[in-house]
C-alpha cells in the first residue's frame, strides 16, 4: 500500500508563522515572568539569541537557546538609534 508521502519533507528552516505569533502573545500574557517584556533587540550570534534592553527600568541581557524563546521574552522592539544610546548609557561595557 502506497503512503501518502513518498518523499520526506525539505529540511529548510520555516520562518516564524501567524500561528507562532500568536502563541507568543498567549504565552507573554497568561506567563507571570513574561509580563514585563523586554524593551529591546534581538542579537543573533550565530550559536544562539541574545535580548538586550530595558525591563521594569533595568538594562537586561537574556541568553536564549532559539529564536522563539526570544520572541517570548521581547515585548517590543525598540529602534536602533534608541538602542545604541540606551546601552552606551546603562548597559555594561
Known sequence: MKSFRSQPLP???RPLSCATAMW????????HALRHGV??????TGVNFIVEGMRCGRWTTIPC???LDA???LGEIMDKASFD????????K
Open 11 to 13: 529540511q529548510a528552516p
Open 24 to 31: 507568543t502573545k498567549q504565552q507573554q500574557a497568561t506567563n
Open 39 to 44: 524593551y529591546g533587540r534581538i542579537q543573533d
Open 65 to 67: 537557546r532559539t529564536l
Open 71 to 73: 520572541r517570548l521574552f
Open 85 to 92: 544610546m540606551n546601552k552606551a548609557q546603562f548597559g555594561r
